[in-house]
């Protein structure tokens, strides 16, 4: 029977087999970057060197990091020198690297530069393109998986922010050989169904190889010819992928799109509570200015009485009728005068009037007034006085001098 050790024992004794031999104590390795972890608080990097068929666990300790002049990403193909040993804790098999160098970028990070460049110069990426995101949606629609931790992250954050909003999920595979075809499917399908005021592709974080199907152009194309406002939430924060720059907004996680996609409750009600008081506010604002104008009427209508209304009216209107009737007066006395004036000279005009202080009118015998310069020589004429008339008859007619000769003639 072969000899019981315990775990501790076997991992050391395999540390020191890889350890003591020469020939993985300097050995470089050329692969790819997977899997990229800067430490910041330590300063080491945590990565995965991989080719087309294997990987190897790989850390640079922080002594040997800061000697580097470059900055090593995700995707990048380099070539390293390195010991290779056993980690005893977890017995994980890793290299040690003690130096790095770029040898151009990965497979898989060139394909992804490739594509982003050949949909940006299509358009996919314009900022005139993307939508506004609905401040209130009623309905919103999320495309991940039906089991994952970011549905229920969005729902949380949905119930804690907006209960009002109705959830329509397209349950799709977010990872797999299907996924990028159901992803594709489930945003043209809510996009089709036109109940969901937003759609939301969401997916929890992951290492880039798990996010690298949303780097999908079947994906992008379905985003950008998709008419609801989308927002795209795959990954962590320092993640991106294709998805990200066709979406009409980007959140660094599925929790982060829920917040940005609705409004915050409290911050409604606080809204609506400011409003409301603005209004209470203004209503007793008003209420109190016609108050105080009902009151000064009310003061001005306690001191306004028919006497003080008719005392200046009656004041003036004693000064017109004095006037109206000193002008009345005037008046009647200027015709008064004009009427004794005009009596006076029709009295001394009035024929009869001369008759009365003893003078005679002549006319003719048949009652008609006439001049003397009228009368001819036997002519017969009537003489009228006062109270009698004398019938007579012309015997002669004198002319006095000074009269014209064309009236004077001698019978």
């Known amino acids: ?80 020198r390195c010991r290779v040993s056993l980690y005893e804790a977890t017995g994980a098999f890793q290299v040690y690297v003690t130096d790095m160098f770029p040898d151009g970028l990965g497979a898989a990070q060139m394909a992804f530069e490739q594509l982003k460049a050949r949909l940006e110069k299509e358009g996919l990426f314009r900022p005139e393109a993307k939508q506004p995101i609905p401040e209130r949606p009623r309905c919103i629609g999320v495309v991940t998986s039906a089991t994952g931790a970011a549905l229920q992250d969005i729902r949380n954050v949905l119930q804690r922010r907006w209960p009002l909003v109705r959830l329509l999920l397209a349950p799709v595979n977010v990872q797999g050989e299907l996924a990028a075809r159901q992803i594709a499917q489930g945003i043209r399908a809510l996009d089709a169904d036109g109940r969901a005021d937003v759609i939301i592709v969401a997916r929890g974080g992951g290492s880039r190889e798990d996010l690298w199907v949303f780097n999908d152009e079947g994906i992008a194309r379905a985003a950008f010819a998709c008419t609801t406002p989308l927002i795209s939430a795959v990954g962590h924060e320092i993640d991106f992928t294709i998805l990200d720059f066709v979406a009409d907004l980007r959140a660094p996680t599925p929790s982060a799109a829920a917040e940005l996609a609705t409004p915050d409750r409290e911050a409604v009600l606080r809204s609506i509570m400011n409003i409301s008081d603005n209004i209470h506010k203004n209503m007793q604002d008003r209420l109190e200015i016609c108050y105080n104008e009902l009151n000064d009427l009310v003061r001005q209508r306690q001191q306004v009485t028919p006497v003080s209304v008719c005392a200046p009216r009656s004041t003036l209107l004693q000064a017109l009728q004095s006037v109206r009737s000193q002008a009345m007066q005037q008046k009647k006395a200027n015709a008064q005068t004009q009427l004794r004036h005009a009596a006076s000279l029709a009295h001394s005009l009035d024929p009869y009037a001369v008759l009365a202080r003893g003078y005679a009118m002549p006319k003719t015998v048949k009652g008609n007034p006439i001049t003397v310069d009228e009368l001819a020589p036997d002519m017969e004429f009537l003489l009228e006085g006062r109270s009698a008339a004398a019938r007579c008859k012309v015997e002669e007619i004198t002319h006095f001098q000074g009269v014209s000769d064309e009236k004077t003639e001698k019978l």
């Open 1 to 80: 029977m072969a000899e019981v050790i315990t775990i501790s024992a076997l991992n050391r004794y395999v540390k020191s087999v890889l350890d003591s031999d020469r020939f993985l104590y300097g050995i470089a390795l050329k692969g790819e970057i997977a899997n990229f972890v800067h430490h910041y608080k330590s300063g080491h990097y945590y990565f995965s060197l991989r080719d087309e068929t294997a990987s190897v666990k790989a850390v640079m300790f922080r002594q040997d990091a800061r000697r580097l002049a470059f900055q090593p990403e995700e995707g990048m193909r380099v070539i390293v």
